[in-house]
């Protein structure tokens, strides 16, 4: 499988790395992090991979939103949606709009995520701002990965002319090492962890929507409150004049 995917990022370059992760990142982005580190994608490689790999996420997951959507009843009959929903749910409970993004780390129900919150008609807005921040840490952290092993083992290889030896290990030492964490200790400590910390960085944020909606509001406040005590001094004035 390694060899495949080498094949594609040999024939079409970064622009691999985007048509992939929209269907999938986790071994596309490992790999990508590895020839990221020796300038395999030209001047700013790891940058390249950040951008396109960001770019590619997103437009997968804004797919599955926009199917969620646009075909809600038919959607809510796939088993495996059927499957993936209580736990969307108690996700959801737990850490409310945050929920998108730590469903990257959760294995099972990433796609399945997407389409519950195009199915439950989430503001478009804010799911493509919530999927930005998921898609912008998993792909940093994947791709670092494989950018980091990559210059682990070529300094202990010592020949840069032996990368693919290189390449196959870290991509065979990542991937499974990747795959055991996340489904046996990533997903499960994610789904039994406290919430308390998101539902505060969700509250810090509410508060600062509420300060800026305040600070639009209070300018016609002012200027009615303004416009009403110069009415009243208007009636004050001819009121005075009259008894006069």
């Not at 639009?216 to 409150?225: F, G, I, N, V």
Request: glycine share 10%.
């Amino acid at each position: 499988m390694e060899q495949q995917f080498y094949q594609l990022f040999e024939q079409y370059g970064i622009y691999a790395v985007f048509a992939l992760c929209t269907v999938e990142g986790d071994i596309t982005l490992l790999l990508a992090g590895v020839l990221a580190h020796n300038g395999y994608f030209g001047p700013y490689s790891f940058l390249k991979v950040y951008i396109f790999g960001t770019l590619g996420g997103m437009v997968g997951d804004t797919f599955g939103y926009t199917i969620g959507r646009l075909f809600r009843k038919s959607v809510e009959n796939y088993s495996f949606y059927k499957m993936a929903q209580p736990r969307i749910e108690r996700l959801i409970e737990k850490f409310g709009g945050f929920s998108l993004i730590v469903s990257k780390y959760i294995y099972g129900i990433r796609t399945a995520m997407c389409l519950f919150n195009g199915v439950g008609r989430m503001p478009f807005r804010k799911f493509i701002i919530l999927d930005f921040i998921s898609c912008s840490i998993w792909v940093l952290m994947l791709s670092s990965v494989g950018y980091f092993f990559s210059g682990a083992i070529t300094t202990i290889i010592g020949d840069v002319k032996q990368i693919g030896v290189a390449l196959f290990f870290i991509a065979l030492v990542g991937i499974i090492s990747f795959y055991l964490i996340e489904k046996f200790l990533l997903s499960q400590k994610i789904e039994d962890a406290d919430p308390e910390t998101i539902h505060k960085i969700e509250e810090k944020l509410h508060d600062i929507e509420e300060k800026l909606h305040i600070g639009h509001s209070q300018s016609p406040d002012r200027d009615r409150k303004k416009e009403s005590e110069n009415l009243g001094q208007t009636v004050k004035k001819k009121a005075k004049v009259v008894g006069e």
